[in-house]
């Protein structure tokens, strides 16, 4: 239950930022329990609220960590959001304290994250005079992405 309303909220949201992304401004048709059910209203984001990502704070933690990393991107010009960035190690093994090079007795290993992500799925609807109107849908999927790296000691199998 907690799933469906977390993805409602998120299509619902993702939906709105899609909408707005020329005008910031987007009409939106309410729902019940509102006491305006069928009412379209009409929304106007403020970009001044949503959070800002400092990307030096970023790049700064990965060229200090043992393990350092460089992030790439990806974009899919269907999916919500666009853009997804990707931790790539830039070491097999992990930095020495002492410097010097890479610590043997360690290795650098990518740390994994699953986020929630929207798909926009075309849908073809035909108005009453028979034309074609361009329409979509949100299909909700996952996908794992590399947030970081870090050190781990080798797993070691041992041999019978």
């Known amino acids: 239950m907690l799933l469906v309303l977390r993805a409602s909220l998120v299509l619902g949201l993702a939906a709105l930022l899609h909408a707005t992304k020329k005008d910031r401004a987007v009409s939106v048709k309410l729902g019940n329990g509102t006491g305006l059910k069928g009412k379209t209203v009409r929304l106007v ?7 800002q990502i400092a990307s030096r704070s970023a790049s700064s933690i990965s060229n200090l960590s043992l393990s350092p990393w460089t992030y790439r ?7 919500l959001p666009m853009r997804l960035s990707h931790a790539q190690c830039l070491t097999s093994g992990c930095l020495s304290l002492q410097g010097g090079g890479e610590d043997a ?8 994250y699953q986020v929630l992500v929207l798909h926009r799925v075309p849908r073809r609807r035909h108005n ?23 050190c781990v000691r080798p797993s070691v ?4």
Not at 45 to 51: H, T
Not at 106 to 112: D, S, V
């Open 45 to 51: 984001l403020d970009p001044s609220v949503q959070p």
């Open 73 to 79: 991107d990806t974009c899919v010009a269907s999916r």
């Open 105 to 112: 007795a360690l290795e650098a290993k990518p740390i994994y």
């Open 128 to 150: 009453k005079k028979g034309e074609s109107k361009a329409k979509y849908d949100f299909r909700l999927g996952t996908e794992v992405i590399t947030v970081g790296c870090t």
């Open 157 to 160: 199998i041992p041999q019978k």
